[in-house]
């Protein structure tokens, strides 16, 4: 009898220990199919840093690259747009940018590395449409102080020229800033936060 | 079509004659571990190799694994080619149908050639080896080149400047403990190398391409030594989890 | 009105701590929704199996288990594979280097295959050996043959995938196998590729079939062949029937319950198995050019045909036959088919087969070319019909190459000994299988050769040995002297 209980209390012992370690083997084994599931070397290489190259871009403009398959916003903002930015802060959303929309660098009055100019991702934050430019100061049909922005067609967000949202909108947060950071005056490089590594390797 | 089938299959020892497989190959001197070699073959690779034959398979960026970084990998291989990436893959701008006609056949891709070119007389990195220190001169050819691994060739010899030039002569050879008399390629107008360091760099190339033909063998080789050590563990554990259910059993 | 569930008693569980009554309380609430309690019973927890499985007795597990394997694998490489002639060799190279973890799915995959086929081919020997294909089995045997014929395609479809040159030209042969059948032949063989040589149509669907219809088809034979093994109970090394030998509680005296005691044994079956795959898989994941051939690094080309080619190994005994039926062997098989109707006429107790084998036998002479016959007919000109009599040695060959896939199912009948098992059968069986299995051993290397003179002769014997071990079945088994069969299995 006592011998029996002692074989009970190591069977439970040894199936114990064989369920986990062959727990431990199933898991192990799932990491390569969940890995699998991974952006692979193609999609990584596909969504490599972009070179932009805002020399001929005018005060005013906005230029477009495409960056991991998405349009990537840059406008050189003039004086005035930076003033209407700061005219709109009790209308936006998140004035202060608190939400983490933008790269710590970018987190700052006016969402840039450079207050003259602006990256952004274009790709409005409510559904995925992409927002058309509304620069000028003018009556606009959706507002009639419109101080200049982006208007996102599909369902009416609005946006400052610095992507903050305007409260009481379909879209929750601010554009996008996307990681990137100056290689010269004239050359901006996306997908590289400002001072790290690739920023000089890449290119 | 049957027909054809079969005349292809009665002809397969035929053609496996022709295509010289019976040269005994040479054994390739190559560590899969040994990162400058692999470095230096990766040079070689880029230099000589990427101009006629691709490697679409394999990614620049990919060479961080012979102890590379990807601004090296940039300035020294991918710089070549204006405008390149570091994660683009080696493609090459030749027009394959130029190349059907100026070597008769389009230059393969090489990227698993290693792999492809193993065979029951060795494998894949002797054939290599062999091939590509075993071009002679021979007028007969277009090229002025024949190989003794791989004859009648289209290639004609690249690394020429390195090598030298050979050609075929009487020699003595062991052949299963008796001497026969063959052709063998002798140097006769030595190139930049020496015969020693040229079989040096040739196996530093072979040890690239067969890095090449499969980058993950070195992470496979020590993943598979845990995992079986692994599993010797969990045999002694299983085993034992039998043997007292089994006691029951009479 | 209140729609009650299907009263049973509630499921109790032991030894579960704290978590006992909750998990009561779910199972019990799903088994009166779910028959999970009595199909736990009836598969593993009293199912009984003969106490007495030895080695031989693990593989059908894991047959089951690489199933799996493959189906996960397979799932996880649909993902980044393209089926398409321009794309598909680069994806197998794109999942080999660029996916996360792609190159071990993949091996998973490719090693998986011939393990397939290891673990089938050892099972099948296992019931060779000890007759676990005769009464009441031979359901059980027949659902396992045609998983086995399942399984070829599949891996026939499966091996067109990477579409290399073995890929391409390892399709090609055998699609124009069909070619050589008679009247719909040629039709067949265009019909089967979609093309008028392998391509792109022919890669499509050879993808649906390889990722859709054969594992569908596959699993339900699994189901079958599980079920009605269940149904009549597990046969064993001595071949006594266990359920002829019951306690007063009528459970087999010589049975133990599958669960636990088979499941910690298969356990340990799985973990060894396992072991050994890892050493396959980690280490020389090619095999020799056997499991990944060398050739199929290169990629298709329908303007050359490789040097040598073979089919992958586990078609290779069939593949020899193929190639053993050249027009000098056409007498020899002639004559193997009058003297196995003489056989029959002057032996056998039935007068069917008597009639049968007079009537039959001079037919097959007849349509076989260059025996006994000069003449040459040409019936139904012109219709879809035309058929050129008498048939071709390649036409053979393809029909022999068939007929020894297809043999294995008569098994069941052809086996007429008073017992099943080898440990007593007489010494004309011990023969038999062991000079079957050296056959097919030896047909399989053959396979994978080169054509030679000697190599063709060797197949050419080893085809008539290999007919002569099932047709000549009822003879021997019934000649020999056997041994007495215990009542109770030993151990």
Redesign the interface.
């Known amino acids: 009898m006592a011998e029996q209980e002692t074989d009970k209390g190591r069977r439970?012992m040894l199936v114990a220990a064989?369920t986990v370690a062959?727990g431990i083997?199933v898991g192990v084994t799932a990491?390569?199919?969940v890995?699998?599931?991974?952006p692979?070397?193609?999609a990584k290489a596909a969504g490599a840093p972009v070179e932009a190259d805002i020399g001929k871009l005018a005060p005013g403009e906005r230029m477009t690259v495409e960056w991991r398959g998405k349009p990537v916003w840059i406008v050189r903002r003039t004086p005035e747009m930076l003033d209407s930015i700061k005219q709109s802060v009790d209308k936006v959303a998140d004035p202060d940018s608190n939400k983490a929309m933008q790269p710590r660098y970018a987190a700052n009055e006016f969402r840039s590395i450079k207050p003259e100019y602006l990256v952004l991702v274009g790709i409005c934050t409510h559904l995925g449409c992409s927002p058309v430019d509304r620069f000028a100061a003018q009556a606009e049909a959706f507002a009639a102080d419109w101080k200049g922005g982006f208007y996102c067609p599909c369902h009416g967000s609005l946006f400052d020229l610095a992507g903050r949202v305007f409260k009481n909108r379909p879209a929750p947060d601010n554009l996008i800033v996307p990681p990137h950071t100056f290689l010269s005056d004239t050359k901006i490089l996306i997908g590289v936060d400002q001072g790290a590594e690739g920023a000089k390797g890449a290119a | 079509?049957?027909k054809k089938?079969?005349a292809?299959?009665?002809l397969?020892?035929a053609?496996?004659f022709?295509?010289g497989?019976d040269v005994p190959l040479d054994r390739a001197p190559i560590n899969p571990n040994d990162m400058p070699s692999l470095q230096r073959g990766a040079a070689l690779f880029v230099n000589y190799c990427l101009n006629c034959h691709s490697a679409?398979?394999?990614?620049y960026n990919?060479l961080t694994d012979l102890g590379l970084n990807e601004k090296e990998i940039l300035d020294n291989f991918v710089a070549r080619f204006s405008g390149g990436k570091v994660g683009d893959l080696m493609k090459i701008t030749m027009d394959l149908e130029d190349a059907k006609t100026w070597f008769g056949a389009a230059p393969?891709?090489l990227?698993?050639?290693a792999?492809?070119?193993?065979?029951?007389a060795g494998s894949?990195a002797d054939w290599l080896y062999t091939y590509m220190r075993g071009f002679y001169r021979d007028g007969s050819r277009p090229t002025g080149w024949n190989n003794v691994a791989f004859p009648n060739v289209g290639m004609p010899h690249v690394l020429w400047g390195l090598q030298g030039e050979q050609e075929l002569k009487p020699a003595q050879r062991r052949a299963e403990g008796y001497m026969a008399t063959v052709e063998k390629p002798v140097l006769t107008k030595p190139g930049k190398l020496s015969p020693l360091e040229y079989d040096r760099a040739v196996a530093d190339l072979v040890n690239y391409l067969v890095y090449m033909?499969?980058?993950?063998a070195q992470s496979?080789?020590t993943?598979?030594?845990l995992?079986?050590a692994f599993?010797?563990g969990?045999?002694f554990l299983?085993?034992a989890?039998?043997k007292s259910?089994?006691k029951?059993?009479? | 009105m209140t729609m009650a569930a299907t009263k049973k008693e509630p499921v109790v569980i032991e030894?579960a701590g704290a978590l006992n009554t909750p998990l009561s309380g779910l199972l019990t609430w799903v088994d009166q929704r779910f028959p999970l309690m009595s199909l736990w019973k009836d598969h593993l927890a009293e199912y009984y199996a003969p106490?007495n499985f030895n080695f031989w007795y693990y593989f059908g597990l894991l047959a089951m288990l690489i199933l799996v394997l493959q189906i996960?694998t397979g799932i996880?490489l649909v993902?980044?594979y393209k089926p398409s002639a321009a794309e598909a060799f680069?994806s197998v190279?794109?999942i080999?280097?660029?996916?996360?973890?792609?190159?071990?799915?993949r091996?998973m995959h490719s090693t998986g295959a011939s393990a397939f086929f290891v673990v089938i081919y050892l099972h099948m020997f296992r019931g060779l050996m000890y007759g676990s294909y005769r009464a009441p089995r031979e359901l059980v045997w027949i659902f396992g043959m045609i998983i086995y014929l399942c399984l070829m395609a599949e891996a026939f479809f499966g091996y067109l995938l990477p579409w290399g040159q073995m890929s391409y030209w390892g399709a090609?042969?055998i699609i124009?196998?069909f070619?050589?059948l008679p009247i719909i032949g040629p039709d067949l063989?265009t019909w089967i590729r979609g093309d008028f040589v392998v391509g792109d149509a022919t890669l499509n669907r050879f993808f649906a079939f390889h990722v859709i219809a054969i594992p569908l088809a596959l699993l339900a034979l699994v189901g079958a062949h599980i079920m009605a093994l269940h149904e009549v109970g597990s046969n064993n090394p001595d071949g006594v029937e266990i359920k002829e030998n019951k306690n007063a509680a009528g459970k087999p005296v010589d049975g133990?319950p599958f669960h636990?005691?088979y499941t910690?044994?298969d356990?340990?079956g799985v973990?060894?198995f396992?072991?050994l795959f890892?050493?396959v898989?980690?280490?020389a994941?090619?095999m020799g050019?056997y499991f990944l051939e060398?050739?199929?690094?290169?990629?298709a080309d329908p303007l050359k045909?490789p040097?040598?080619?073979a089919p992958v190994w586990y078609f290779t005994p069939y593949y020899s036959i193929l190639?053993a039926v050249t027009e000098d062997f056409m007498f020899w098989l002639a004559l193997g088919v009058a003297a196995y109707a003489t056989l029959i006429v002057f032996t056998s107790r039935g007068c069917l087969s008597k009639i049968l084998a007079v009537l039959i036998a001079p037919v097959v002479i007849f349509l076989m070319k260059g025996v006994g016959f000069g003449m040459t007919f040409t019936l139904f000109r012109g219709t879809f019909l035309e058929i050129t009599l008498p048939l071709e040695a390649?036409v053979w060959g393809v029909i022999l190459m068939g007929l020894a896939t297809l043999i294995f199912f008569l098994l069941p009948w052809l086996d007429k000994s008073p017992v099943k098992s080898i440990r007593y059968k007489g010494v004309l069986s011990r023969w038999a299988l062991t000079i079957f299995v050296a056959v097919f051993l030896i047909l399989g290397y053959y396979g994978t050769q080169?054509?030679?003179d000697l190599g063709t002769l060797i197949s050419q014997i080893g085809t008539l040995l290999y007919f002569a071990f099932f047709l000549l079945m009822p003879w021997y088994t019934q000649m020999e002297q056997t041994r007495p069969v215990p009542s109770r299995v030993t151990?």
């Not at chain 2, 679409?56 to 990614?59: A, I, L, Q």
């Not at chain 3, 280097?97 to 799915?105: A, F, K, Q, S």
């Not at chain 3, 060398?294 to 990629?299: A, D, G, K």
Request: aromatic content about 12%; charged content about 15%.
């Open positions: 439970c064989s062959g083997a990491v390569p199919f890995a699998s599931m991974l692979s070397e193609r | 079509m049957i089938i079969i292809v299959l009665l397969a020892p053609l496996a022709a295509a497989s679409n398979y394999m990614r990919r393969p891709d990227t698993v050639i792999r492809s070119r193993s065979s029951h894949g033909a499969e980058p993950a496979r080789k993943i598979g030594m995992v079986l599993l010797t969990l045999i299983v085993y989890m039998k259910y089994w029951d059993v009479h | 030894g106490k996960v996880f993902m980044h680069a190279e794109y080999m280097r660029d996916v996360p973890g792609g190159w071990l799915i091996y090609q042969v124009n196998l070619d050589a063989s133990i636990p005691y910690v044994k356990s340990l973990v060894v396992a072991f890892c050493m898989m980690f280490f994941p090619e050019g060398y050739n199929n690094f290169i990629p045909t040097p040598h080619i190639r390649k080169p054509v030679t151990m």
